[in-house]
């Protein structure tokens, strides 16, 4: 009886660590942070993750959103700028992809490149 126990409990364990897009979002905002001249000063609004079409139950991933705004190297704030993250995360690894700030420190033409990047990946329908 005490065996069954401790094989239940094991897997209740288990079925409770699949990652969720709250874990998503939570590690590309990190991501993005990470990547900013104050990452304290960050602010985040409208993330939204968006998972790919193909997944299985114990792997989520997709791309993360949304809007950061933060203090640049002269201490104001940017305003608001679009970014993207790609993420993978379960089965015991962890994959979360650079992030992309559009407008950041890039020539025009790489602007534009970056706009219909984001707008493929950050849209419903894929």
Do not use: W
């Not at 704030?77 to 993978?88: H, I, P, T």
């Amino acid at each position: 009886m005490r065996k069954l126990f401790v094989i239940c409990a094991g897997l209740v364990m288990l079925t409770g660590c699949s990652p969720t897009e709250g874990d998503a979002i939570s590690k590309a905002k990190q991501s993005v942070q990470d990547n900013l001249k104050d990452p304290n000063s960050a602010e985040f609004s409208d993330v939204i993750f968006y998972p790919d079409a193909i997944h299985a139950d114990d792997v989520i991933q997709g791309y993360v959103c949304g809007l950061v705004n933060a203090k640049n190297s002269l201490g104001g704030y940017s305003g608001n700028k679009r970014f993207a993250v790609r993420v993978s995360l379960g089965r015991g690894r962890d994959v979360i992809n650079n992030p992309v700030i559009l407008g950041e420190n890039v020539a025009d033409n790489v602007k534009e490149m970056q706009k219909e990047a984001y707008k493929k990946a950050c849209t419903e329908n894929k």
